[in-house]
T-cell receptor, first 112, second 113 residues
Framework: KQEVTQIPAALSVPEGENLVLNCSFTDSAIYNLQWFRQDPGKGLTSLLLIQSSQREQTSGRLNASLDKSSGRSTLYIAASQPGDSATYLCASYGGSQGNLIFGKGTKLSVKP | NAGVTQTPKFRVLKTGQSMTLLCAQDMNHEYMYWYRQDPGMGLRLIHYSVGEGTTAKGEVPDGYNVSRLKKQNFLLGLESAAPSQTSVYFC????????????FGPGTRLTVT
């Protein structure tokens, strides 16, 4: 069964810093990996989707990479801003149900 | 396009009451899912459907029932609400092609007192 882990659970950085959020998964035979952002009390905003045949995806200041052999994905945020403060979730499809298996998230706080 | 919508956005129930959460999608997706999100537990799958008229159990199905009478709608029912069902409920949908992303609704925040 696929398991997804995100470390650290929380991260605090000063504004302007480049940072990396980590996501690891146990089953390397993944179809894709999706990164989400969740603001407090809000829903999930899809940030990036990396398909299994891809190594990385970029959107603005965000870059997500996928290394299936090591079971890891990273989300790189360049020049962080206070508006980036949120919880970031990664998820991968698991099992025969076609549902997403989520990590518990990394709560990011960017200090002005 | 509205994408995935959920009704209601918030609800407070007393123990033992019943209610139905409605999820609607306008993307003609075959697959639909209900997840719940609890602090420290992440999102967990309750029930899912791979097409109109079909439903199946997920990881935490107890206390819930679902129906998919129309392709665009997926209903989640609580017959007799319990405080343990206090949670945020998310609906999602996708195409059958697993390489593509899953789209989420805005969530329903349910409190059972």
């Amino acid at each position: 069964k696929q398991e997804v882990t995100q470390i650290p659970a929380a991260l605090s950085v000063p504004e302007g810093e480049n940072l990396v959020l980590n996501c690891s998964f146990t089953d390397s035979a993944i179809y894709n990996l999706q990164w989400f952002r969740q603001d407090p009390g809000k829903g999930l905003t899809s940030l990036l989707l990396i398909q299994s045949s891809q190594r990385e995806q970029t959107s603005g200041r965000l870059n997500a990479s996928l290394d299936k052999s090591s079971g890891r994905s990273t989300l790189y945020i360049a020049a962080s801003q206070p508006g980036d403060s949120a919880t970031y979730l990664c998820a991968s499809y698991g099992g025969s149900q076609g549902n997403l298996i989520f990590g518990k998230g990394t709560k990011l706080s960017v200090k002005p | 396009n509205a994408g995935v919508t959920q009704t209601p956005k918030f609800r407070v129930l007393k123990t033992g009451q019943s209610m139905t959460l409605l999820c609607a999608q306008d993307m003609n997706h075959e697959y639909m899912y209900w997840y719940r999100q609890d602090p420290g537990m992440g999102l967990r799958l309750i029930h899912y459907s791979v097409g109109e008229g079909t439903t199946a159990k997920g990881e935490v199905p107890d206390g819930y029932n679902v129906s998919r009478l129309k392709k665009q709608n997926f209903l989640l029912g609580l017959e007799s609400a319990a405080p343990s069902q206090t949670s945020v409920y998310f609906c999602a949908s996708r195409t059958p092609y697993i390489f593509y992303e899953q789209y989420f609704g805005p969530g329903t925040r349910l409190t059972v007192t």
